[in-house]
């Protein structure tokens, strides 16, 4: 079955880095265009990145862009995300997300896609 698990989580202070990675298993993964959201406690789930499929195009939202990084690894099936220069602002459980669909419109919308981890928590003290 199509399973997608994220690692890499935990407490970090402020200004630290931490490296997020979700592992595709039981789909064609290069066909997938991945994302990370987030959700702190009491707030909607937010789009933080993505990356395409066929051309591994980066999108990012604009609270994150120049301190986060997104890649994939086709070979490991495997979507990352490089989150830098943490803030407490960050603190939120991340989920990794995945879909097949053409075009970029539907990129930053959690409801374009079919695939979820089970999430993993990031925690950024003061």
């Known amino acids: 079955q199509v399973q997608l698990v994220e690692s890499g989580g935990g407490l970090v202070q402020a200004g630290g880095s931490l490296r997020l990675s979700c592992a595709a298993s039981g789909l064609d993964f290069s066909r997938y265009s991945m994302a990370w959201f987030r959700q702190a406690p009491g707030n909607e789930r937010q789009f933080v990145a993505a990356?395409?499929?066929?051309?591994?195009?980066?999108y990012y939202a604009e609270s994150v862009k120049g301190r986060f990084t997104i890649s994939r690894d086709n070979a490991k099936n495997t979507v990352y995300l490089q989150m830098d220069s943490l803030k407490p602002e960050d603190t939120a459980v991340y989920y990794c997300?995945?879909?097949?669909?053409?075009?970029?419109?539907?990129?930053?919308?959690?409801?374009?896609?079919?695939?979820w981890g089970q999430g993993t928590q990031v925690t950024v003290s003061s």
């Open positions: 997300a995945g879909a097949t669909k053409w075009g970029r419109a539907w990129i930053y919308y959690d409801h374009q896609y079919d695939r």
């Open positions: 990356v395409y499929s066929s051309d591994s195009k980066t």
